[in-house]
Structures are given as structure tokens and as C-alpha cells.
């Protein structure tokens, strides 16, 4: 299957994995807007691309979903696996998130996101398969918004929808309830997230922990 962003689907299936998307102001999270103003794609259609289910609504096994992988630079290849019932990300081998019920998302700065992103020339899709794991700052929310607004041009919504959609999610990047800064540098494991559903978490093992930071400084070289 191929995944472009005029596919009015593929879009709607990206934004499917914003789990803390949401406009408090009118109490809405992204998910029920999208399905009051797009058509949803059919049953058919996602399982396609995530693959099969068996009678008792389990992924089969062999999975038999889509894989989409998309290479940063010479170095480190994003992979990414559409499930049934979640999505699992990969750089390279080894595996950073999935979105999904136990979700594990919290990842990457904004500026850490920004120096990966920039290192591909057509950027768009890269933008949106991983702004999922962008922790922002409250003082960030200005330019994030900026640049969410910017990318989404690129994709099947209509433009009047898209600053309402730029504003769920920024509420995905940023929480007012965070502290100011997010991740802190250790001095033996490098870049650690405060933020539990992240494989930088302190609480992950060391060996995991230093192999994501090292293929992540690997992504932002050109």
C-alpha cells in the first residue's frame, strides 16, 4: 500500500495516534472531531492496512499488516508497523513506542524532532508519523503551532479545519501540567524523560535507554 498525504485516508489514519489530542475548551478529544466532519475509512480498508483478525477479534499470527519504513540517513531507518490494535515504531531494530492502549509515546523534544525532520527534504509525511512522540515546552507552543499549521497544508483536510486541528494537537505536545522542562541529561545514559510512557524513562533498563539516545543522536546528523 502506498501512503501519500492527499490520500484523505492515510491522514486520517495518522491522526489516529495523538492519544492526549484534545481542545478542553470545548471538552472534545481529535478523534470524535475528525469523525463528525470526515468520512471514516471503512472496515475493509484498515485491515488492509494493519492486517487480520481472527474470530475472536486477535491479531492473527504471522501479523499480516503494512509496514512503512522510512530512511532518515545512512545511518537510521524509521520503521513503522500498523497493527490491528496499535501502531509500533522502530529505529532500525529496536523499538521506541507504540501508540495503542498501553501506549508508550513520550520520546523526543521539540528540538530534538525539529533537527530529525529537517534532515529529510520532503519532510511532511516524517512530520506527522513522528510528532506522536514530541514533548514540548510551554514556551514552545507558539512555534509548534506554527509549524503543525504548516504541514497539515500538505495534507487532504480542509483549510478551515486547520487550525482547529493544529490546536488538538499541540494539546497532544504540550501539557500544562508538565514541569518546564521535560527531559534532563544523565551523565552516564544521556537524555532521560520524566514522563512514564517513554523508553527514556529512568525507569526502563540502562542498556535500552542508551541505545535509543545514541540512534537518535544518529538521526539528527545530516
Excluded at 525539529?114 to 510551554?138: H, N, Q, S, T
Aim: aromatic share 12%.
Amino acid at each position: 500500500m502506498e501512503f501519500k498525504l492527499t490520500d484523505p485516508q492515510v491522514c486520517i489514519l495518522l491522526l489516529m495516534n495523538f492519544p492526549f489530542a484534545s481542545d478542553p475548551e470545548a471538552e472534545q478529544m481529535l478523534d470524535e472531531f475528525v469523525a463528525e466532519n470526515y468520512e471514516i475509512p471503512s472496515e475493509e480498508w484498515f485491515t488492509e492496512v494493519s492486517g487480520d483478525v481472527d474470530a475472536n477479534g486477535e491479531e492473527v499470527s504471522p501479523w499480516n499488516g503494512t509496514v512503512f519504513s522510512f530512511v532518515i540517513n545512512e545511518e537510521v531507518t524509521l520503521v513503522v508497523e500498523f497493527h490491528p490494535f496499535e501502531v509500533v515504531y522502530f529505529l532500525n531494530d529496536v523499538f521506541i513506542g507504540n501508540s495503542g492502549g498501553h501506549f508508550m509515546l513520550s520520546l523526543l523534544s521539540w528540538q530534538e524532532f525539529l533537527k530529525i525532520v529537517e534532515v529529510v527534504e520532503d519532510d511532511a509525511m516524517l512530520f506527522f508519523v513522528l510528532l506522536p512522540f514530541v514533548v514540548g515546552a510551554k514556551g514552545e507552543e507558539q512555534e509548534i503551532r506554527k509549524e503543525i499549521e504548516k504541514h497539515l497544508e500538505h495534507m487532504a483536510f480542509r483549510a478551515e479545519h486547520i487550525p482547529v486541528i493544529a490546536n488538538f494537537l499541540v494539546h497532544h505536545a504540550i501539557f500544562n501540567e508538565d514541569e518546564p522542562e521535560m527531559f534532563y541529561d544523565d551523565s552516564e545514559l544521556g537524555k532521560i524523560c520524566k514522563r512514564n510512557h517513554s523508553v527514556r524513562n529512568k525507569g526502563n533498563a540502562a542498556e535500552d535507554i542508551s541505545r535509543v539516545n545514541g540512534l537518535i543522536r544518529m538521526a539528527m546528523e545530516e
